[in-house]
């Protein structure tokens, strides 16, 4: 077979690019399978296949199409759109994430110089920008699952891959949740292990640094990453409470307002430890935090999460309070103030929460009672206006 030119379609390929628009599967599944179709076949425009099913926003038709060998990283397209640039345009996270996973490049940029993540936040969808920003592959951490030169053992037992890039790939930087990661992974909880694992992440964070297309965003949370495993592994260390002890610090909040001062210093001070203090992101980040007196709006977390994953709007009232999962529904049924993602994390906030719960229902009964004589004196308003307009009619 010949290498596809631009609109240069048998029937078949032409049927073949109707039927993804239609999101016909099974059809398209029976399309590929003829010899006069070519999974990485181009129309006039030079998209491929995949591009149209992944700009449809078509997770069954991109997975089809990958099976049958759709390469990710063509770049024919007239203004050097790839298929990654049109999954994050259509929104759809689980579509970015296949093209990530089958090895889309992330830097590649378009005619207009934008790569794939600007593409996404240029047309507001910050969800698909937050997937591409924390990419980071398996393979780029089972590099050091491998002994590299003279090595005669490699920086990162194999068995830690797993776990690791799990703590990784996580969106949610609450350092409760990371710690929630190492900790239900035996392997992980271990101080050498953690030891090793950190060590790797700092290795990681200085490649994104000295590589030619610098990635800060990445470096910087490998780099957060570190701290969170290096403040683990003292914890095994000095511990008795071990990671338990640490989760309990990390959300012990103050008398005054419960405000969580253990966390905010800790996150505080990984931002300042980044080793390389030319970075603009780090400066970004400095400017944004040090003018705050802690207990106040940003935290340093929303700051950083902000700057890593793009997600905006962070402190909403859907994120649990003790890991800071997103789609948390269960309020504490006294002061109705606090929300959490499940009984586990309700449970075990309580012994810091219910030193302020009381003093937060109050606060909320006061302000429903203010509410409600707002809203009275509002509607007394309006009957006697109404009142005024029908006596004028009259
Ligand atoms: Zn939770
Ligand atoms: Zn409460």
Aim: overall charge positive; hydrophobic content about 35%.
């Amino acid at each position: 077979m010949s290498t596809p030119k631009k609109g240069d379609l048998s029937p078949s390929e032409k049927e073949l690019f109707q039927v993804i628009s239609a999101g016909n599967v099974q059809e398209a599944s029976r399309l590929l399978g003829c010899k006069d179709v070519r999974v990485n076949c181009l129309d006039e425009y030079g998209m491929t296949p995949l591009m149209h099913a992944a700009y449809k926003g078509k997770a069954d038709m991109c997975k089809l199409l990958l099976q049958h060998g759709a390469d990710v990283n063509c770049n024919e397209h007239e203004h050097g759109y790839t298929a990654l640039m049109f999954a994050g345009l259509s929104g759809k996270t689980d579509i970015t994430w296949m093209m990530l996973d089958a090895g889309a490049e992330t830097d590649v940029t378009n005619s207009v110089g934008r790569t794939a993540a600007q593409m996404a936040a240029f047309v507001g969808q910050h969800d698909c920008v937050t997937v591409i920003n924390n990419y980071f592959s398996r393979a780029r951490l089972d590099y050091y699952t491998k002994p590299q030169g003279l090595e005669k053992e490699p920086k990162l037992p194999p068995k830690l891959a797993g776990p690791l890039h799990k703590v990784i790939m996580s969106t949610n930087l609450n350092p409760v949740k990371l710690v929630m990661l190492v900790k239900e992974n035996p392997l992980l909880a271990e101080v050498e292990a953690l030891d090793k694992s950190r060590r790797v992440m700092e290795l990681i964070c200085e490649k994104c640094i000295k590589q030619q297309d610098m990635n800060e965003v990445l470096a910087m949370k490998m780099h957060y990453i570190s701290c969170v495993l290096g403040k683990c592994a003292s914890f095994l260390k000095d511990r008795e409470d071990k990671l338990d002890g640490l989760i309990k610090s990390l959300l012990k909040g103050r008398d005054s307002d419960g405000f969580p001062v253990f966390q905010e210093k800790f996150i505080r001070e990984c931002i300042r430890k980044f080793p390389y203090c030319d970075a603009t992101l780090l400066q970004q980040l400095v400017r944004s935090i040090a003018p705050v007196d802690i207990g106040n709006d940003p935290t340093a977390l929303s700051v950083l999460t902000q700057a890593i994953t793009g997600q905006v709007g962070f402190m909403d009232a859907e994120f649990c309070t003790t890991c800071g999962e997103k789609g948390a529904e269960k309020r504490c049924s006294i002061c109705k103030m606090v929300i959490y993602c499940g009984q586990a994390c309700q449970k075990m906030h309580w012994f810091t929460h219910k030193k302020v719960c009381k003093k937060l229902q109050e606060e909320r009964e006061k302000q429903e009672v203010e509410a409600a004589r707002l809203r009275m004196q509002q509607s007394k308003g309006d009957s006697s206006s109404n009142q005024k307009t029908k006596t004028k009619n009259i």
